[in-house]
């Protein structure tokens, strides 16, 4: 084969994941084209931000929220309807806000409908495992779920989503999504932009039917992701920002296989100030952000620099493929901003002789089964894979184990704990891999050792690949944390 009908083929098995061994050939026999959806203009959109939900009412120090899970209709291409499943009936859905240390529950009804379950698991949260969303705690429609948030952890951009196995991606892709941020009082002294300056921007993408329904990316016709970018609900949007830093809260929300490379206007220079599990210790400068599947970044952008009436682009490639996220118009000019600190938080580093266990954790497509797998393993609900102990330091070497003839990424998600990363390939991590993280990418061939340290919770909790169709394909697995 030509290599690249290898690299497409190693695309299509993460993209398809659950497609039969025998029939990941099918596609470079035969030429298969998708139905074309409609036309989508760019940048014809004013961007939206997703409500903050307020809470229900408050006792003894604990919020209490109300939400339900519906199916609904919602105006994501101009002039068409989008069917969507909504957190409150909006995609994505209502932004959490709350404080370090201070808890919330909120209470889940399943109004989606007759047979669709749902779990909601909250994306980078160090909670109890019965509030984790894991398998066998499905919310059954016309039920309802409490679910207990301590927020016990640094100020960070979380996100919360749809856990059931088997349907997350199709699950999470009709818009079961949603973000939660936490802030505390080192945030707080920063001086970092706040308010209308501080932006969420939950990236997701999505391909079309012609009357404006969602169309699941048919890898079988070499489709591997949307091809229109959604930014907070609405495709191809445009923001109008003032001559002055602002900072943004970046999530990849796809729920297929969208590995983004982001990059702004023609390779300006931007700053990120956090990670998944909070912010840096000091800004670092990039010119190209790598944003996988559930990977947050945030990054403070100055557009002091463009003249009045500039217009600068988000920009991605996935793939190779270039996409266009979103525009930025610059249209008023404002007085000076705080300036960025050089300094942001202290980050304890976990110490590698502190480490009681060692693992080694290998992600790969069994091509006798079709499945993916970790150890050799598909997914049991029942099973259990390993018993962390309470208290102790892990590190673990992530391996992606695919062949080069079968070039598929991995991203490695683990619930309950952040973790660091120690080196990729046996060298140090780069500044924006620096601080704490969930999520990691492993490319083909590498080997990233990651370390963490297991405390508050003992219980349940899983592992697996944030590609979504590589996690409903098998790739996840439990364990159970005990004392």
């Known amino acids: 084969m030509k290599r690249r009908n290898v690299l497409k083929l190693g695309l299509l098995a993460g993209a398809a994941a659950a497609l039969p061994a025998e029939r990941l050939l099918g596609p470079f026999t035969a030429t298969a084209t998708a139905a074309p959806g409609p036309k989508v203009r760019l940048f014809d959109t004013p961007l939206k931000v997703p409500p903050v939900l307020k809470p229900k009412y408050s006792v003894l120090g604990t919020d209490y929220y109300d939400m339900s899970m519906r199916a609904t209709t919602q105006e994501i291409l101009p002039g068409l309807q989008t069917p969507i499943w909504g957190y409150d009936g909006v995609f994505p859905g209502p932004t959490i806000k709350a404080r370090r240390n ?17 779990a909601v698991h909250l994306h980078g949260g160090n909670v109890p495992s019965g509030s984790d969303g894991l398998p066998g705690d499905e919310i059954e429609f016309g039920e309802d779920r409490f679910y207990y948030y301590p927020n016990r952890q640094p100020a960070t951009t979380l996100w919360y989503h749809d856990h059931v196995h088997h349907h997350e991606s199709f699950n999470t892709y009709q818009g079961l999504t949603g973000l939660y941020l936490i802030t505390d009082s080192q ?67 796809s729920s297929v296989d969208t590995l983004h490379e982001l990059t702004l206007g023609p390779g300006d220079s931007f700053h990120v100030i956090g990670t998944d599990g909070g912010l840096l210790t000091a800004p670092a400068p990039v010119t190209k952000l790598p944003l996988a599947p559930s990977e947050r970044a945030e990054v403070v952008i100055d557009f002091a620099r463009y003249p009045v009436g500039s217009q600068i682009v988000l920009n991605s490639s996935i793939f190779g493929a270039p996409l266009q996220i979103m525009r930025f118009d610059v249209v008023k000019a404002t007085g000076k901003s705080h300036k960025l600190p050089s300094k942001l ?97 492993v490319m083909p061939g590498e080997r990233v050792r990651i370390i963490m340290k297991f405390g508050d919770f003992t219980g349940k909790f899983l592992y697996h690949c944030h590609l979504l169709g590589h996690a409903d394909a098998g790739m996840m697995a439990t364990m159970e944390v005990k004392r």
């Open 345 to 441: 938080v202290p980050i304890q580093r976990l110490k590698e002789s502190q480490a009681k266990v060692r693992r080694d954790i290998t992600l790969n497509l069994d091509l006798a089964t079709g499945q993916m797998v970790i150890n050799g393993k598909s997914f049991e609900p029942g099973r259990v894979d390993i018993t962390p102990k309470l208290g102790t330091t892990e590190v673990w070497t992530i391996i992606n184990g695919e062949s080069a003839e079968l070039p598929i990424p991995h991203v490695f998600h683990t619930h309950l704990v952040r973790f660091q990363i120690l080196d990729r390939n046996g060298v140090a991590p780069a500044p924006i891999e620096s601080g704490w993280k969930d999520s990691v990418t």
């Open 187 to 253: 945030e707080d002294c920063l001086g970092l932009p706040d308010g209308k300056y501080d932006v969420p921007l939950v990236i997701q993408d999505r391909s079309f039917n012609a009357d404006g329904s969602f169309r699941l990316p048919n890898p079988e016709a070499g489709e591997f992701f949307g091809e229109v970018a959604v930014v907070n609900g609405k495709a191809h949007p445009f923001l109008k920002v003032e001559q002055r830093r602002y900072r943004f809260r970046l999530l990849n929300g």
């Open 102 to 118: 201070r808890p919330i529950v909120i209470r889940q009804h399943n109004k989606l409908g007759k047979d669709i379950q749902a």
